[in-house]
């Protein structure tokens, strides 16, 4: 099972990007799926999550602005971000909570994609 990301790059302060991720292997099920930020010196936070069933959950900082969104017939999450700044710089990763074909349920991670925002 892995996950990867896409989509990330470099962009100016008010502009948009969108994130993806697409989960892959011996796949049986996923559950949560998410996207995490870690910037500089600082420690990894939550920026959105959508559960199976659809319900999402955002950090404070981005509500309004970002948009996760899901396929599930791809196994794919999508992160939809506008109005970016200069705080939104960082590594965003994906989550994922995945029980395999063998019945084990993990959390993995996406390798990170860097979204830099700077005029």
């Known amino acids: 099972v892995q996950l990867q990301a896409s989509g990330g790059g470099l962009v100016q302060p008010g502009g948009s990007l969108r994130l993806s991720c697409a989960a892959s292997g011996s796949i049986l099920s996923t559950d949560d799926m998410g996207w995490y930020r870690q910037a500089p010196g600082k420690q990894r936070e939550l920026v959105a999550t959508i559960r199976r069933g659809a319900t999402t959950t955002y950090a404070d900082s981005v509500k309004g602005r970002f948009t996760i969104s899901r396929d599930y017939a791809k196994k794919t999450i999508s992160l939809e971000m506008n109005s970016l700044g200069p705080e939104d710089t960082a590594v965003y990763y994906c989550?994922?909570?995945?029980?395999?074909?063998?019945?084990?349920?993990?959390?993995?991670w996406g390798q990170g994609t860097q979204v830099t925002v700077s005029s």
């Open positions: 989550h994922a909570s995945i029980t395999a074909w063998n019945g084990s349920k993990k959390n993995y």
